[in-house]
């Protein structure tokens, strides 16, 4: 679990600065990540114990108060689209004990972002499906039956359940987006 990680490096730490009501601390990567990384400790006081946090970065800053100078600036675009992710492709009930088995999670949880993101901008902008959320999209449309329809390993139709409420507008949206009309 991630506060046990956190906890075992906060162990590593040899020098706690204090920034503010936090101290951070700095050890070398648990891991080879195969490029160069900064892992940083953040150590708080909550409820008279000690509860600790790990960032990984790839940014080449002088110290840890510019890392933290430029966490605490960054900007609410990325925490949203978290929360979106974490609702639509329900990342709250996924975690994996190995980490190996998580970061093999973390990049599939990537490529269905990215090919969700894709398809909402191929198929679905300027559509009555437009201002659907990735939970929406996932839930309401994706979950509808269909098939595929191939003929010489070409596609040549898709076939959805007529009686499901989205039906015939998301059939016409598929089909923009599978055959790049």
Request: charged letters at 25%; hydrophobic letters at 40%; proline letters at 3%.
């Amino acid at each position: 679990m991630a506060n046990r990680r956190a906890g075992a490096l906060a162990r590593k730490v040899r020098r706690w600065d204090a920034y503010g009501d936090i101290w951070l601390g700095e050890v070398a990567p648990p891991v080879d990540y195969g490029r160069p990384v900064r892992v940083f400790v953040q150590r708080r006081l909550k409820k008279g114990k000690f509860r600790h946090s790990y960032y990984v970065t790839t940014l080449s800053l002088p110290s840890k108060g510019h890392f933290m100078a430029c966490y605490n600036s960054r900007g609410g675009a990325e925490v949203e689209q978290f929360r979106n992710d974490k609702s639509g492709l329900s990342l709250a009930a996924r975690r994996k004990q190995d980490f190996f088995a998580q970061i093999g999670f973390i990049l599939l949880t990537d490529l269905a972002h990215n090919l969700l993101a894709d398809f909402y901008h191929q198929a679905l902008v300027g559509t009555r499906f437009e201002d659907y959320g990735l939970k929406r999209i996932v839930r309401d449309l994706l979950a509808t039956p269909g098939r595929l329809v191939f003929k010489g390993g070409e596609l040549k139709r898709i076939e959805l359940l007529s009686l499901k409420q989205n039906a015939s507008d998301l059939l016409i949206c598929l089909e923009k987006y599978c055959l790049g009309d």
